[in-house]
């Protein structure tokens, strides 16, 4: 925000201006101390309204954990859903004392010595806050850490043992992600569109642009959840010997309809929050402002588009009317215009919304047919409509709209926008080094888990279900064994028992 206070020279030329009076000094020094007060206070008033803004989002961004559980539960086997409910619990957990500790250092830290690959600095929040960086922000950044986390947790459901989930859910959350977000989101890091720190210019003279982590969030997610299910393999009889697919409805259709609302509620937190700060004039009376709401607007479109579209195309390949599948295919959408929320016209999102329905659709067939089981098709969501993301943005970005939430002058834009090749070849670049990055780490840490026994439960502890086995109990409780209370007989062992059912005081 740009100073009202006096400049260098300013006070002078107020002298100069009031003539050879007497007191002409004294009343410029004034007049810009009171210009200074005032740009004072209007900077801090500036920050407090981002700051607000920043954490509004934040709140919106942690109601998709609800939204997480929620469709977890109500995809899985009623046997299985106090298991999910709990691992969603700990994502959110495990990831805010690995995220405070070293997740948001590894992402954002910077100190003398920029690097575009790791942050290395901002341990455990030292020196926050700062210039840079307030705590609302590390909240903000929390918050979309543990949303990787939890797309992970549903392509591994119903058969993982829950140590498993405890190290996989600090590791992503404290290593992986915060590394991947530093590439893209850090102001040094070596992808990033908005490198303003650090050896090196932008990738491409453009850097890959991903406002809200299509790739960030959802691909890691999704590649990391890709790794567990493939190690882990599928559920007990998912598939029979032939390979036919074996259909496991989750036990509530309710529950996925009520997630998926809250997780749609979140995304208004999540795509548009993405601009961290809201009091930024454009020009006129344009400014990041009208960028927010351009971004819930192409973030709605994009959804709505990937919900009706999945509601046809299901019901020509399959004949049926399925709200489980329009749920699935509304998040496709939104996740894939995640990264382009702010970066396109509204009528472009449409496209992008219709074209992560069929994504999603061939992917669930492809899955089939390699006998891949995710139950929450978290990897197919969040893996390839996010990548789908990418590419979209490389094809479809606005020349005036990159230019105002990232600045510069002559920056590529969509190739099919007239801007050339540079934007996409960049989107490129970020789908395969994440694909590669996230393959490597989490692909070995599941691999070590399989070795060391500690990834996948018994058999026996699979069918029975691991709320039983591991929890304590079933998550639904019809029956509390009151109305089957024993005869009870005297202590002669006469017949003058209380009938079944019968309160002993009735």
């Known amino acids: 925000m740009a100073s009202f206070g006096c400049a260098v020279g300013d006070e002078a030329m107020l002298q100069g201006l009031l003539g050879a009076s007497a007191n002409a000094s004294a009343v410029s020094q004034f007049l810009c101390q009171k210009l200074e007060t005032v740009s004072t206070q209007l900077l801090a008033t500036t920050r407090a309204v981002d700051d607000s803004y920043l954490l509004y989002s934040t709140y919106l961004v942690f109601a998709m954990q609800l939204g997480f559980a929620m469709l977890c539960a109500g995809s899985v086997r009623a046997k299985n859903t106090m298991n999910i409910m709990l691992t969603n619990v700990l994502d959110a957990a495990c990831g805010g004392i690995s995220y405070y500790l070293i997740g948001f250092a590894f992402a954002f830290g910077q100190g003398p010595h920029p690097n575009g690959f790791i942050g290395h600095f901002n341990w455990g929040l030292?020196?926050?806050?700062?210039?840079?960086?307030?705590?609302?922000?590390?909240?903000?950044?929390?918050?979309?850490?543990?949303?990787?986390?939890?797309?992970?947790?549903?392509?591994?459901?119903?058969?993982?043992?829950?140590?498993?989930?405890?190290?996989?859910?600090?590791?992503?959350?404290?290593?992986?992600?915060?590394?991947?977000?530093?590439?893209?989101?850090?102001?040094?890091?070596?992808?990033?569109?908005?490198?303003?720190?650090?050896?090196?210019?932008?990738?491409?003279?453009?850097?890959?642009i991903d406002f809200a982590g299509s790739g960030v969030v959802h691909m890691v997610g999704g590649i990391a959840g890709l790794w567990g299910a493939l190690i882990e393999g599928p559920r007990i009889g998912r598939f029979d010997k032939h390979g036919n697919?074996?259909?496991?409805?989750?036990?509530?259709?309710?529950?996925?309809?009520?997630?998926?609302?809250?997780?749609?509620?979140?995304?208004?937190?999540?795509?548009?929050?993405?601009?961290?700060?809201?009091?930024?004039?454009?020009?006129?009376?344009?400014?990041?402002?009208?960028?927010?709401?351009?971004?819930?607007?192409?973030?709605?479109?994009?959804?709505?588009?990937?919900?009706?579209?999945?509601?046809?195309?299901?019901?020509?390949?399959?004949?049926?009317?399925?709200?489980?599948?329009?749920?699935?295919g509304l998040l496709g959408g939104f996740a894939a215009i995640t990264a382009g929320c702010s970066v396109v016209a509204p009528?472009?999102?449409?496209?992008?919304?219709?074209?992560?329905?069929?994504?999603?659709?061939?992917?669930?067939?492809?899955?089939?047919?390699?006998?891949?089981?995710?139950?929450?098709?978290?990897?197919?969501?969040?893996?390839?409509?996010?990548?789908?993301?990418?590419?979209?943005?490389?094809?479809?970005?606005?020349?005036?709209?990159?230019?105002?939430?990232?600045?510069?002058?002559?920056?590529?834009?969509?190739?099919?926008?007239?801007?050339?090749?540079?934007?996409l070849g960049a989107q490129i670049v970020e789908i395969l080094v994440i694909a590669g990055f996230v393959s490597v780490t989490m692909g070995l840490l599941f691999f070590a888990l399989h070795k060391l026994k500690l990834l996948r439960i018994s058999p026996e502890d699979e069918i029975a279900g691991m709320d039983v086995t591991r929890h304590g109990g079933v998550a639904y409780i019809h029956q509390d064994g009151s109305e089957h209370m024993m005869n009870m007989t005297n202590i002669n062992g006469g017949g003058g028992g209380l009938k079944r059912g019968v309160h002993p005081g009735a």
Not at 131 to 151: N, V
Not at 163 to 183: D, K
Not at 387 to 397: C, E, I, K, R, S
């Open 126 to 208: 030292n020196d926050i806050p700062s210039d840079t960086y307030d705590y609302s922000f590390f909240l903000f950044q929390w918050a979309f850490a543990i949303a990787a986390a939890g797309i992970t947790s549903g392509s591994i459901a119903e058969r993982t043992q829950f140590v498993a989930y405890l190290v996989y859910s600090s590791f992503l959350t404290g290593i992986v992600y915060p590394i991947v977000s530093h590439w893209l989101w850090s102001s040094d890091g070596w992808l990033s569109a908005s490198k303003t720190e650090g050896p090196g210019g932008l990738l491409f003279s453009s850097g890959a």
């Open 347 to 423: 009528w472009a999102a449409i496209i992008c919304g219709f074209v992560s329905a069929w994504v999603l659709i061939g992917l669930n067939r492809l899955a089939a047919r390699l006998r891949f089981d995710d139950p929450l098709e978290a990897t197919q969501l969040h893996g390839g409509c996010g990548a789908w993301g990418l590419l979209f943005v490389g094809l479809f970005a606005d020349k005036n709209y990159v230019r105002e939430v990232y600045g510069g002058g002559d920056r590529p834009y969509g190739l099919f926008m007239g801007g050339g090749g540079k934007l």
């Open 245 to 328: 697919v074996m259909i496991f409805r989750g036990h509530s259709a309710t529950l996925v309809v009520l997630g998926t609302f809250l997780l749609w509620f979140g995304w208004y937190g999540f795509n548009p929050g993405s601009f961290v700060h809201i009091l930024v004039p454009y020009s006129g009376s344009r400014g990041n402002w009208t960028g927010v709401g351009r971004t819930a607007v192409t973030t709605t479109l994009a959804g709505c588009m990937a919900a009706i579209t999945t509601l046809f195309g299901r019901r020509l390949l399959d004949g049926h009317w399925n709200v489980l599948d329009v749920c699935n």
